[in-house]
């Protein structure tokens, strides 16, 4: 099912994705910023989070402490957070006619449970469908960064590492796999930007594929 199905006619759901270090906080908050300048509403969302259980549940994720968290339980963490992100502030905002733009959501899911952990690919699918109600995102920027040096640079810079960013180099290969393989798993839906250029740059790209699919949403 579509984002963009009866219900949800008058709002637009973008997602940003791509690996660690790529960049897609930073511009997920520089597009909400332009894109309120055309009038629209704008939320700006992170997964996990959002919530009051949401954050909780988040914590509980990426403290590296949990070591001995199984994959099963990652997953189904991971869906319960989401599943109250829906219903709780995504689906009602769409209804209402914002833009909600959302830094990671089920494709991550498949990239980092499925494909990173080895967890069934189907049953990975059925538990975002479940979580989701089958909703999608209109409008998919993968964000890609070839240098995996400058990813680990970037990384590296922040204070700490969390669970997910301490699961290994091979776990972060096929992770990496995973989301180079979107654009030609979703070609409808998924846009790749090259995020190995100056920041504003390749801000100004990711406005004009944005602004390709969504017209309305350009700046008077």
Known sequence: MCG???????????????DDGVGKSTHARRLAEVIRGSGREVLCLR??????????????LLDPAHVEMT???ELLVYEAARAQLMQEVLVPAL????????????DSTVAYQAAGRGLPFDT????????????????????????AGEKDRRIGARSAKDRMELAGAGFHERVSAAFADLPQRH??????IMADEEEARTAKRLLEAVIERFPELAVA
């Open 4 to 18: 963009r199905g009866p219900a949800l006619s008058r709002g637009i759901f973008i997602t940003f994705e791509g």
């Open 47 to 60: 997964e996990p989070g959002n919530t009051a259980i949401g954050e909780k549940l988040r914590s509980v």
């Open 71 to 73: 994959p099963a339980c």
């Open 95 to 106: 209804e209402a006619g914002a833009v909600v733009i959302c830094d990671r959501f089920t």
């Open 124 to 147: 990975v699918h059925d538990l975002n469908d479940f979580a989701t109600g089958g909703i999608e995102p209109d409008l998919t920027i993968l964000l890609s960064l070839p240098d």
């Open 187 to 192: 070609p409808q839906r998924v846009v790749e």
